[in-house]
């Protein structure tokens, strides 16, 4: 089973961030012990991949860091080199995935160990989402010819509103998401 991480891009984080980062480190490391799984570094998602689902406007600015601070805000990391490469990694963790999958047989597995950037709407990021991979991922294999349909079954404390929203009337992709009544944290 392949496994791709994008740990290693590194987002520096001021002191006492809420964002338990090192959650992905942890995670790769402990699935380094075991034999079946094929640890590989993910690749970046093409920018013309993300444009699928994001606006470009919005992927220029924040490739460029040229975002208003609002923006970054509602994101909820600082613009740095690291954030974007990590997001381009993230979103490109889902989509090797999603193409790992379905060129190579319906019983191979893949997965990220990044990925779930479901807050990410067309235009704007928020709650610590960048771009949405899923969506990413699946307008990627329908331009491909791979898929036609797509379900989204998203099960979070949060609901998955973006992707929601992006998919919002679109009767060829549906969106489930089973989530808690209320959290304050994204």
Request: charged residues 20%.
């Amino acid at each position: 089973m392949r496994v791709y991480y994008c740990d290693h891009h590194n987002i520096p984080l001021p002191d006492g961030h809420k964002f338990p980062m090192r959650k992905y480190r942890l995670l790769r490391e402990m699935l380094s012990a075991e034999p079946s799984i094929d640890l590989q570094p993910a690749p970046m998602a093409p920018l013309d991949a993300v444009e699928l689902a994001h606006d470009p406007g919005y992927v220029r600015g924040f490739v460029e860091g040229s975002l208003p601070a609002a923006a970054m805000r509602r994101i909820g990391f600082p613009w740095s080199q690291g954030l974007v490469d990590r997001s381009l990694a993230s979103a490109g963790s889902t989509l090797q995935c999603a193409f790992d999958v379905l060129l190579n047989g319906a019983g191979d597995i893949a997965g990220g160990l990044s990925g779930g950037t479901h807050h990410a709407f067309r235009a704007e990021g928020s709650g610590f989402c960048v771009f949405n991979d899923i969506a990413i991922a699946i307008l990627a294999l329908r331009k491909a010819g791979l898929a036609s349909r797509a379900a989204v079954i998203d099960l979070d404390v949060h609901q998955g509103d973006g992707t929601a929203a992006i998919f919002a009337g679109d009767p060829h992709v549906f969106t489930f998401s089973m989530h808690g009544a209320q959290s304050s944290d994204p």
